[in-house]
């Protein structure tokens, strides 16, 4: 996989974004996958080396920056959106990348993650979501299921776990999509469409944390079942799965309730077509809470993308505008000028 950046450029290979690091996670862990579609989707994205930064908190997959041949931050716990949106007002001609987990954004992190998302600042965020600590241990997460036997929850979990895609279309992110670690070309696709948005981007991925957590998304992934609880969204596409495409699902008001196709009643042509761009987050949305329901598939793809303008945009125009009103200031005059000053 190459791509070329421009006439004068090198062309790159997924070797190229490989550091000289050795990889420190669990042999089999979901991560693995997540580094390995990363790199080999980067020759694609158009960008240099020298202009990408990957900014991580504490964390399995916060050990992400090392792995890459990019800059980066290994940062503080929960705070990587922070530290990005500041990159990224400060420098926006870089591209900011998030890598970060289920713990370290949705815990300590998800004050961080809403503003973010709320600013709309042109960044990326993976999500490696294991449902479970795995750096510390395998304690609860904010999203591991009700019920839930960990060493922090002996007797089962009493929370009511995020469900992360839901909280980003709540926080009225512009772009929310969902992938799996063991779909390695759809998380390619994922990745690439995220870099393509202008504004935050936000990515799911279902990771198994196979020492702590194995199995989470065992349905999702086994040969066996996932074509019967997965769903893939299509732009423009009525919403079918099933291994021969033999169910859908349709919108009774605003219920999605799945449809045997074989039967006669319906055909493809009455199942709900997904709308991507949507302006309205209802629909996505709905798409979103399908996970928490064992009667429907599960969607991976893009739920929403829409276009709004961007925190780092805002204060670029506002900073352009001051100095074309007022003139650039002199920091080292102003602070060198004695022991106070007036702001008008």
């Known amino acids: 996989m190459t791509n070329k950046i421009d006439a004068n450029e090198v062309i790159y290979k997924a070797k190229d974004f490989a550091s000289d690091q050795d990889v420190r996670w669990c042999p089999g862990c979901g991560d693995y996958s997540i580094l390995a579609q990363v790199q080999r989707s980067f020759p694609d994205i158009g960008k240099k080396k020298e202009e990408i930064v990957w900014v991580s908190g504490i964390g399995c997959s916060s050990r992400f920056p090392y792995y890459m041949n990019t800059y980066g931050f290994h940062s503080i716990h929960g705070r990587a959106p922070a530290i990005a949106t500041g990159l990224k007002v400060a420098h926006p001609e870089l591209s900011v990348w998030v890598a970060t ?69 709540g926080a009225e992110a512009t772009f929310v999509a969902r992938t799996i670690d063991r779909e390695p070309k759809h998380m390619q696709e994922m990745i690439k469409r995220a870099n393509s948005h202008k504004g935050i981007s936000f990515v799911e991925i279902y990771q198994n944390c196979n020492i702590f957590n194995d199995g989470a998304f065992e349905a999702y992934t086994n040969k066996e079942t996932k074509a019967d609880t997965v769903l893939h969204l299509e732009h423009g596409k009525p919403m079918v799965f099933g291994k021969e495409n033999e169910k859908g699902i349709r919108l009774d008001g605003m219920n999605p309730v799945v449809a ?85």
């Open 101 to 169: 987990g289920d713990g370290d954004l949705l815990s300590i992190g998800g004050n961080h993650f809403i503003h973010a998302i709320r600013r709309n600042v042109d960044i990326n965020i993976l999500l490696f979501n294991n449902q479970i600590y795995g750096l510390t241990k395998g304690q609860y997460s904010p999203t591991s299921e009700q019920g839930k036997v960990t060493r922090s929850t002996p007797f089962g979990s009493v929370d009511y776990p995020f469900n992360p895609a839901s909280l980003a279309i």
């Open 260 to 344: 045997d196709l074989k039967s006669g009643e319906y055909s493809e042509s009455d199942m709900w077509v997904h709308d991507e761009f949507d302006k309205m987050p209802y629909r996505a949305f709905i798409l979103a809470t399908m996970a928490e329901n064992p009667d429907l598939p599960t969607p991976i793809g893009i739920f929403r993308q829409i276009e709004r303008p961007t925190y780092d945009e805002g204060v670029q125009n506002q900073v352009d505008h001051i100095i074309e009103k007022k003139g650039r200031g002199n920091l080292e005059k102003l602070l060198f000028s004695g022991n106070t000053w007036e702001v008008n």
